[in-house]
């Protein structure tokens, strides 16, 4: 199982990134897939996680109404559209990997990716 974040970068406060997440090694709908973050000095927090189905995600307050994840089961690929960007957002962001597909929490998940660098600054 392999998991790799990719999309990070540079950008303006209010403004937008995507991340993608290409997994290899196994099914996207037998797992939960989570996005979390790491700020410097602070503990990696869940973001938004998906479980068994597409109907079944999940927002941390801090990004709900301003991010959405997704994932393209043909394609193996996990996506964490970000609009509305702030400061605050500014982090290495990772996602990962659990089964069963039942939740997704900062200790449990299975598998990781490596993080991508997302800064927020004017």
């Known amino acids: 199982v392999q998991l790799q974040a990719s999309g990070g970068g540079l950008v303006q406060p209010g403004g937008s990134l995507r991340l993608s997440c290409a997994a290899s090694g196994f099914t996207l709908e037998d797992f939960s897939l989570g996005w979390f973050r790491q700020a410097p000095g602070k503990e990696r927090e869940l973001i938004s996680c998906?479980?068994?189905?597409?109907?079944?995600?999940w927002y941390a307050d801090s990004v709900q109404g301003r991010f959405t994840i997704s994932r393209d089961t043909s394609k193996k690929m996990l996506y964490l559209q970000m609009n509305s960007l702030k400061p605050e957002d500014t982090a290495v962001y990772y996602c990962?990997?659990?089964?069963?597909?039942?939740?997704?929490?900062?200790?449990?998940?299975?598998?990781w990716g490596r993080g991508t660098l997302v800064t927020v600054s004017s």
């Open positions: 998906v479980t068994r189905s597409d109907d079944n995600t």
């Open positions: 990962a990997a659990d089964y069963p597909p039942i939740g997704c929490t900062p200790d449990g998940m299975d598998y």
